[in-house]
């Protein structure tokens, strides 16, 4: 079993529809990250949060320590929202453990 | 603002041949972390380093070494490359020491293919 697991794998959109990706995780964490990944490779940090929610343009995250759940939220979705949403969680010395992504793809 | 800086972008080597890969963390930033991700493949961590010293290792393969230097910036050294070794290898930074659940900034990656 992954210490960090995500669904759905993949998922497609009509624009404009409300999307939400969950993370679930089996390690204790001082925070969670949600990242992106575009087809070219580069990963964006889109939040880090610890408790609560966090909000940026039409991007949700929250989380719930108690429940080792976390979830993210895009709202309005767009064709260039279409990428892999990585949930990531710190283990021990900080260093990353990745969930497996999540492939979205938005439709016009 | 400054990101975090990976050279080269792409780099295509043969086997067994040997290979560097650089990384310029954001200024101000004292810890470095490396990551490799296989075709297909979730990123994996590798080694870090905080004030230049490693903190941390993951599976890295003894052909591979690092460190990171005073001006904080981090070089992977890869000898006797393999076919296996092709992957996308990304670089973050962030401040402070470890357990404070510190933002990790990424670089844009380095592509590395063995032919």
């Known amino acids: 079993k992954n210490e960090v697991e995500q669904s759905p794998q993949n998922l497609t959109a009509q624009e404009g529809e409300f999307i939400t990706i969950n993370c679930s995780y089996s390690?204790?964490?001082?925070?969670l990250h949600w990242l992106q990944q575009h087809p070219g490779g580069g990963i964006v940090s889109l939040f880090m949060?610890?408790?609560g929610k966090k909000k940026h343009g039409r991007l949700i995250a929250t989380i719930n320590i108690q429940e080792k759940h976390s979830s993210l939220h895009i709202t309005a979705s767009h064709p260039r929202d279409s990428a892999v949403y990585i949930c990531?969680?710190?283990?021990?010395?900080?260093?990353?453990?990745f969930g497996t992504g999540t492939r979205l793809q938005v439709f016009p | 603002a400054a990101g975090v800086i990976q050279s080269p972008r792409h780099l295509i080597k043969e086997k067994r041949e040997t290979a560097t890969l650089k990384c310029y963390p954001i200024?101000?930033?004292?810890?470095v972390y490396w990551y490799q991700q296989g075709p297909g493949q979730d990123p994996q961590f590798l080694i870090s380093f905080y004030e230049k010293m490693q903190s941390d290792k993951g599976s890295i393969p003894d052909r591979f070494s690092a460190q990171q230097f005073s001006d904080y910036h981090s070089e992977l050294n890869m000898s006797s490359l393999e076919l296996g070794d092709s992957a996308l290898y990304f670089c973050?930074?962030?401040?402070?020491?470890w357990g404070l659940g510190n933002e990790q900034f990424f670089g844009p990656g380095t592509r590395l293919t063995v032919l």
């Open positions: 990531a969680v710190p283990y021990n010395t900080d260093k990353l453990i």
């Open positions: 949060l610890s408790s």
């Open positions: 973050a930074s962030s401040l402070g020491d």
């Open positions: 200024p101000r930033h004292d810890t």
């Open positions: 390690v204790g964490i001082s925070a």
